[in-house]
């Protein structure tokens, strides 16, 4: 009985050890979050694409704890900020992709009323090769200042 217990084990870890890839979270950088001054307003998320040796998609990012989250593109229409969607961004195989305040970003509707600033938001960045990388942002009040220097 008992041997067939370790043996069951064995199996498992044997398995496990199959599906057991180290998570592969290189890609995103500097993934930090601005909260809206008025609760239930969207708020916004900054971060760095990093090649990763092989040129990729980002087609999305999702959250357990947002509703919804889009890829905006900022730009100027006359002397008014505009923004409207973007179905992704390319990422080159070398180099990076800066969504920074004031330029690209993504935008957060329907956030947690639980998400206060210095609460990590876990959101998942999917790839159009499959890859999905997971980040916890680093969070801030509306007008906070960037956790990272610009880049
Ligand atoms: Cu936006």
Known sequence: ???FATA????LATLSACHGKAPDNRGVTRAWAR???VPGRPGAVYFTLVGTGKADRLVGIDSA???RIELHES???GRMMTMRPLAGADVPAVGKVVFGPSGNHGMLFDIDKAITPGTA???RFVFASGRA???ETKTVEQGGEAPFPAE
């Open 121 to 123: 938001i876990p959101m």
């Open 65 to 67: 704890v947002v509703g």
């Open 8 to 11: 069951a084990l064995i199996a």
């Open 75 to 77: 730009g100027m229409h």
């Open 35 to 37: 909260l809206p001054v």
């Open 1 to 3: 009985m008992k041997s």
């Open 133 to 135: 990388v997971e980040v």
